[in-house]
């Protein structure tokens, strides 16, 4: 999904041409095609149905639900294209348009609102937001969440993270839940490395997503990795057998602390 702006802060919006929604608006969205990255695969979607090309600069929202159903949207700035007018309607959409409400229309589903509201804060807001970050493009088989779960230490004020030991050292990584939604999973994964007790924490958002639809049939998983901070310091924290703790400089400390505060990493929104 993409999420658009012209100079004069109006959103790029299309009328759907499908039987079950005609005439009806919604943002530039749709399915990935197999082979396709995640910006290969917006840039595609833009271009059918609204006639413009469009560069990312970043992913601004994860969404996911269950049975593994995940929804990257991506802002970026458009480079070219001439807006599709009702003259070139298709099988795509019917046109396109730059609106200034989008609650003005006759919306395809709500659901799209508040990812508008989302882009509009990244937009325009004063408050620090997280950094432009677009889709690592990296293969994986599987659906995987990766973990860097974050404490502070009491007695020396340094973050360390955890680490899996179970195989090589690495970040703790599980595989998503089809039959579960997203929270499900992570704390399942959370009870298994600190047991039933796990001391109070807060995922944060994503910090990065990886994904490579290429070769077509062999890639089509993807990973991304989530901010976890615990609330209480590293005395109070003990992880289960196979999980050790690292203490990390402190210039990597600092720099995973300024994404703990809100809007310093991207928003994943879970659906039920």
């Not at 919006?13 to 396709?36: F, H, T």
């Not at 833009?46 to 929804?71: H, N, Q």
């Not at 340094?158 to 030991?165: G, N, P, Q, T, Y």
């Not at 050790?244 to 991207?266: A, F, I, Y």
């Amino acid at each position: 999904m993409a999420v658009l702006y012209n100079e004069d802060g109006e959103i790029l919006m299309m009328q759907e041409a499908k039987s079950s929604c005609a005439g009806q608006w919604y943002l530039p969205a749709g399915r990935m095609e197999p082979g396709e990255d995640i910006e290969e695969a917006v840039k595609r979607e833009v271009l059918e149905e609204t006639g413009l090309t469009m560069e990312p600069t970043s992913l601004i929202m994860v969404e996911c639900a269950s049975k593994a159903w995940f929804r990257f949207v991506l802002t970026g700035r458009i480079t070219g294209g001439i807006l599709k007018t009702p003259a070139q309607a298709d099988s795509e959409s019917l046109q396109a348009k730059w609106v200034n409400d989008p609650e003005q229309l006759s919306l395809r589903c709500k659901d799209i609102l508040p990812v508008v509201e989302r882009g509009h804060v990244f937009r325009t807001r004063p408050e620090p937001q997280h950094p432009n970050l677009l889709p690592s493009v990296r293969p994986h088989h599987k659906l995987l969440l990766r973990f860097v779960i974050l404490v502070r230490q009491k007695s020396s004020n340094r973050v360390h993270i955890l680490l899996s030991e179970k195989t090589e050292v690495h970040l703790p990584i599980c595989e998503v839940n089809h039959h579960h939604n997203l929270h499900s999973t992570i704390r399942k994964f959370m009870v298994e490395i600190f047991g039933a007790d796990v001391p109070p924490h807060k995922p944060h958002g994503v910090l990065n997503v990886e994904h490579c639809g290429k070769p077509e049939g062999s890639n089509d998983g993807l990973c991304m990795t989530i901010l976890i901070a615990f609330r209480v310091p590293l005395e109070e924290v003990f992880p289960i057998d196979k999980y050790t703790w690292l203490m990390v400089s402190r210039e990597l400390g600092d720099r995973l602390l300024q994404r703990v505060p809100r809007n310093l990493t991207v928003p994943l929104h879970v659906i039920s």
